[in-house]
């Protein structure tokens, strides 16, 4: 059974195909009305979302069948054996997607289960997000192979799934990365990245957006510590760190690069207001893209792709 937990367990040739699908489903978008009919999907969340939950719902909604939130707090899944929750929940659903604070939490509940899970944002990677980027940078472009990236910010999550899906799609990424997440540099990940040649690092921000096609940033915190008292010393120490990697219009002065993020934005931070709502910004176009490539996860796992 097939899981997207990570793209470590997707080949290139896989990666490439579900791409090119999520943009057969963007081009058809009522064609695949009525796939999911009479069929339900379960929805984890162990923390917060908007743009995770409302696209897995409506997609869902659009493909006729009904996706069940379960908020992790108010479940049972808090008082027992996860993988005994998952593998009852998996008796119930046609799909899991869970949003884990954990990654080794995610894999109980693929373990548990007995239908496809797909991470929804663990610690460690968020494959849907780098699906939809990839996705808009395709439509944007016309093409994936030889376009570059530069992601500045922190190594994260984000950075872990866009390293997998980069290197399987022959898209170059620089990252200019001051800051590592706790845990967030996996060595098989950046093997991927090198192996296929794709992958690059630059200390200096101004040198390495001057010639890539896109830029992208994310969170300098991630969601569940953004309003942790116990990580406001670290997120002080973070935002000094960092502010010099803001995206604005200063440091994008010699760089023709569209700009790309994955939301929910931080305006002053990691970002300017201005630079969000610059006309070189895709960032909404990539948010929308987030509802066809969950349709393509659900319908190529499912095997309802036609
Ligand atoms: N980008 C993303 O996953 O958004 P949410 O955290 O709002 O789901």
């Not at 009525?34 to 897995?56: C, D, E, H, Y």
Request: glycine share 6%.
């Amino acid at each position: 059974m097939r899981h997207l937990l990570t793209w470590s367990q997707w080949s290139d040739s896989e990666i490439q195909d579900l791409v090119d699908f999520a943009a057969h489903v963007k081009g058809h978008r009522t064609f695949y009305n009525g796939a999911m009919l009479g069929r339900s999907i379960a929805m984890l969340f162990q923390k917060t979302s908007t743009r995770t939950r409302v696209s897995f719902e409506a997609a869902l909604t659009e493909m006729g069948g009904h996706a069940i939130y379960i908020d992790w707090m108010s479940s049972n899944f808090e008082l027992t054996d996860i993988s005994f929750e998952s593998k009852y929940l998996s008796r119930n659903v046609s799909l899991i997607v869970a949003r884990m604070k954990r990654h080794e939490d995610l894999e109980q509940i693929a373990r548990g289960s007995e239908v496809p899970v797909v991470n929804g944002c663990c610690n460690l990677y968020h494959p849907c997000q780098s699906l939809a980027d990839m996705l808009t940078i395709k439509l944007d472009a016309g093409k994936l192979e030889g376009v570059s990236m530069c992601y500045v910010g922190v190594h994260n999550n984000v950075v872990n799934s866009l390293i997998e899906i980069t290197a399987a799609l022959g898209v170059h990424l620089v990252l200019v990365t001051p800051l590592t997440n706790e845990g967030a540099r996996i060595d098989s990940v950046i093997e991927r990245g090198m192996k296929a040649g794709t992958l690059t690092w630059e200390k200096d921000m101004s040198q390495a957006v001057k010639n890539v096609d896109y830029v992208y940033t994310d969170t300098w915190v991630d969601m569940e510590f953004f309003h942790d008292p116990a990580f406001q010393e670290e997120k002080e120490s973070r935002m000094k760190l960092m502010l010099p990697y803001q995206l604005n219009h200063d440091a994008l002065r010699f760089s023709k690069a569209k700009v790309m993020h994955d939301m929910p934005i931080h305006a002053g931070f990691e970002i300017s207001r201005q630079l969000v709502e610059d006309s070189r910004s895709i960032i909404f176009q990539q948010a929308e893209n987030r509802l066809d490539a969950q349709k393509a996860v659900i319908l190529r796992l499912l095997d309802r792709h036609g």
